[in-house]
């Protein structure tokens, strides 16, 4: 992709950055860009914003602030939240929530089906005892979660409407008891 291109993509997503401005990060002449411009960039190029910071080819340290400095994986682990420099709190609840939450969708997609059949019939036999167990299991991995949230004042995910019925749990339980479950 030449400086033209890249510059003619960032205008198509309503963010021109001129194609000289592009020649002079390219060159080093500039060395400094915008949240904004970083963000451009990274969707105009296909690629994460991360990467344009902290690539991944190299096996030097890098500098991720005055005086700091780690290998590039784990400044670019750190700049995505992932690393062991440091983990916000908020961040790695929104993390461990979406990990439950696609792990419960990819473990029990047939279970979820098969509850919500219309007119469907206890197939194969045990299965409403398999459901229930899913239900539970359910409530014991994203239940808790989503109350550390809410105590944090994390706006919470929307959940799809099979597993809906938790947030009403946790509003009938915040209502009834204070503290945490």
């Given amino acids: 992709m030449t400086a033209q291109d890249l510059a003619d993509a960032c205008e198509e997503l309503g963010h021109p950055i001129p194609r000289n401005v592009i020649a002079n990060w390219e060159s080093g002449r500039r060395l400094t860009l915008t949240v904004p411009e970083l963000l451009v960039l990274a969707q105009a190029l296909d690629t994460p914003p991360a990467a344009l910071v902290f690539p991944l080819a190299g096996t030097t340290n ?30 790695q609840l929104l993390r ?72 009403e749990e946790l509003d009938a339980i915040s209502n009834t008891q204070e503290g945490p479950l």
């Avoid at 290998?71 to 709190?89: K, P, Q, V």
């Fill in 62 to 91: 890098v500098g991720y602030l005055p005086f700091e400095s780690a290998s590039r994986a784990e400044a670019f682990a750190w700049f995505t939240g992932d690393g062991s420099i440091a983990l916000h709190g908020d961040l």
């Fill in 96 to 167: 461990d929530h979406a990990s439950r939450e696609r792990r419960i969708r990819a473990a029990h997609r047939d279970a979820w089906q098969l509850q919500f059949l219309p007119g469907r019939e206890a197939w194969p036999p045990g299965s409403d005892e398999q459901f229930e167990q899913l239900v539970q299991a359910v409530r014991s991995d994203l239940l808790p979660l989503r109350a550390e949230m809410r105590e944090w004042e994390i706006a919470l995910p929307p959940l799809p409407k099979h597993l809906a019925f938790l947030d």
